[in-house]
């Protein structure tokens, strides 16, 4: 089983990037599993028709426990999707909903029962507190990727989420196997990108072009990958998946 761990800051397109990965991967002929680890529960939505899906959190506590069958949906493209979810806005914490979401999967040998030949971790990255970082020290995780923009803002996340895979990396956890470029077309996006790599002693695995497609298909609740399967922008996300299941020696 394959675990990859996607970070990135709020906004910056990484669970668009996380959806049509893993909805390449199903295509592909690989079992994959997907699990958003952010309270706004929005990680698998352009893979179940737009529409939201019973989160971990919520099903506890609403029902006081959970089953698979009540937080694993299986989308149309193959993929199986889980929402941790969160706290009640303003109570709790969102990272040791996360714990509990983890632990709750764990319990129900969902790995086991469902024998996904990849996980990824889709993880909200603002913050890199014990919770949001479950899956780089729990284990869970082989390889970590981190979204980015060539902003400011999403290269100084990146920055905070690298210092923190290494942190954990001399622990034998997860190690950092780059950034991925989600371009926002502002000057000299390219340089700066490279540039923050460098600084971080790690490289630009991939650099996926702005492009309406996205919105488009969306727009139908889908994928690229589902809805525009012959487009450019669906042979970027195909590529990319491909590029992420390649061991390196």
């Known amino acids: 089983m394959r675990k990859i761990a996607i970070y990135g800051k709020g906004g910056i397109g990484k669970s668009t990037t996380v959806s049509n990965m893993s909805a390449a991967m199903a295509a592909m002929g690989y079992v994959v ?16 028709g737009g529409n939201s899906i019973p989160t971990v959190l919520d099903t506890l506590r609403i029902k006081g426990d959970a089953s698979l069958e009540d937080i694993v949906v299986k989308s149309s493209t193959g993929v199986y999707c889980v929402e941790s979810g969160g706290p009640i806005p303003g109570v709790g914490c969102a990272g040791r909903g996360i714990i509990t979401a983890f632990e709750k999967m764990k319990e129900l040998n969902a790995y086991e029962i469902y024998n ?31 979204v980015t923009s060539g902003e400011m803002m999403s290269l100084y996340a990146a920055s905070n989420i690298a210092n923190a895979v290494k942190c954990f990396g001399k622990r034998g956890y997860a190690s950092l196997k780059g950034l991925i470029l989600n371009a926002k077309n502002i000057e000299d996006e390219n340089n700066l990108v490279n540039k923050a790599a460098a600084e971080l002693g790690t490289k630009v695995v991939y650099r996926i072009p702005r492009d309406p497609v996205v919105q488009q298909a ?21 590529r990319l998946a491909k590029l992420l299941l390649e061991v390196e020696a």
Do not use: W
Request: net charge negative; charged share 20%; glycine share 10%.
């Open 33 to 48: 599993m997907q699990i958003g680890c952010d309270p706004k529960a929005d990680s698998t939505r352009n893979l179940t």
């Open 116 to 146: 996904p030949d990849i996980v990824i971790y889709d993880v909200l990255g603002d913050v890199v507190c014990g919770g949001f970082a479950m899956p780089i020290r729990g284990g869970y995780a082989d390889d970590v990727c981190i």
């Open 218 to 238: 969306e727009a139908q609740g889908k994928t690229v990958v589902e809805a525009f399967s012959d487009s450019q922008m669906a042979s970027h996300y195909k």
